[in-house]
């Protein structure tokens, strides 16, 4: 009888060493969950949100670059370009823009857009015309130029 209680002694000492490994190793998936949460980023134009798991410390310009790449990966519609710096991600909430520089997880946000960046046409002197004709011509006149035909006047 003393050898099998020494033997079961030796197996719940190593049975709560195992429990104890385990409990610790929960311990430092459950910190390391704390860092990490999901973000839905909803793709303008895009029928559907793109859901994945970040980092806290994830630069933008990565979550950027995921999204593209998942989006490419799914086959959506519309196509966008894969170039990072041709796109702003928002918050959902207040769309503000997020520096690509700074960290995802900095402004406690889940919810994103991710849009194209406007870029803005160099204005010529026949474009201006074009949108605001000038005052001493008459709007059919502008109309007929506009449309290349004529308006008859009673």
């Not at 011509?137 to 007929?144: E, P, Y």
Request: net charge positive; glycine share 4%; aromatic share 6%.
């Amino acid at each position: 009888m003393d050898k099998r209680q020494e033997k079961m002694k030796g197996n719940v000492s190593e049975k709560s060493l195992l429990m104890q490994k385990r409990k610790k190793n929960s311990n430092d998936d459950q910190s390391t969950d704390k860092n990490r949460f999901l973000v839905i980023i909803n793709v303008l134009g895009s029928t559907g949100p793109i859901r994945f798991v970040v980092k806290k410390d994830d630069l933008v310009s990565g979550v950027i670059q995921t999204a593209l790449k998942t989006y490419a990966r799914e086959g959506r519609l519309p196509v966008l370009s894969t170039d990072v710096n041709n796109f702003i991600l928002h918050t959902a909430a207040d769309y503000a823009a997020l520096n690509p520089s700074e960290a995802i997880g900095s402004r406690e946000e889940r919810n994103f857009v991710l849009c194209k960046k406007q870029i803005q046409p160099q204005m010529t002197e026949a474009r201006s015309e074009t949108i605001s004709p000038k005052r001493s011509r008459s709007w059919k006149a502008w109309l007929n130029k506009s449309f290349s035909f004529k308006i008859q006047s009673q």
